[in-house]
Nanobody, 121 residues
Framework: QVQLVESGGGLVQPGGSLRLSCAVS????????TGWYRQVPGKQREFVAVMISDGNTNYVDSVKERFTISEDNAKNTVYLQMNNLKPEDTAVYYC???????????????WGQGTQVTVSS
């Protein structure tokens, strides 16, 4: 059973910063990608950032130069550093892991429960 637990959300003023964390636990054989998504009420969940297994990263245009995805393999934790936050960044942020639980097995997507980020003065 793979579990993801996000933390670090909260209320911040425009221009402020937050760092989201995603603690990964459970039996996972290999990870092909880790990512962050966000969702606001009434809208579909949208992609924010991804780090693939070779270390390359990609971001949605609206967060480039402001957000940074990283991971600490020793702590089994994925981070999203968010700087210069804007009101339009307000959303519930979800951590995602795409990986295999057995060698050559199917790829599964695992999700956390989400953490609320509110950017407001």
């Amino acid at each position: 059973q793979v579990q993801l637990v996000e933390s670090g959300g909260g209320l911040v003023q425009p221009g402020g910063s937050l760092r989201l964390s995603c603690a990964v636990s459970g039996r996972i054989f290999s990870i092909s990608a880790t990512g962050w998504y966000r969702q606001v009420p009434g809208k579909q969940r949208e992609f924010v950032a991804v780090m693939i297994s070779d270390g390359n990263t990609n971001y949605v245009d609206s967060v480039k130069e402001r957000f940074t995805i990283s991971e600490d393999n020793a702590k089994n934790t994925v981070y999203l550093q968010m700087n210069n936050l804007k009101p339009e960044d307000t959303a519930v942020y979800y951590c995602n892991i795409r990986g295999r639980t057995v060698p050559a097995g199917p790829l599964y997507d695992y999700w956390g429960q989400g953490t609320q980020v509110t950017v407001s003065s």
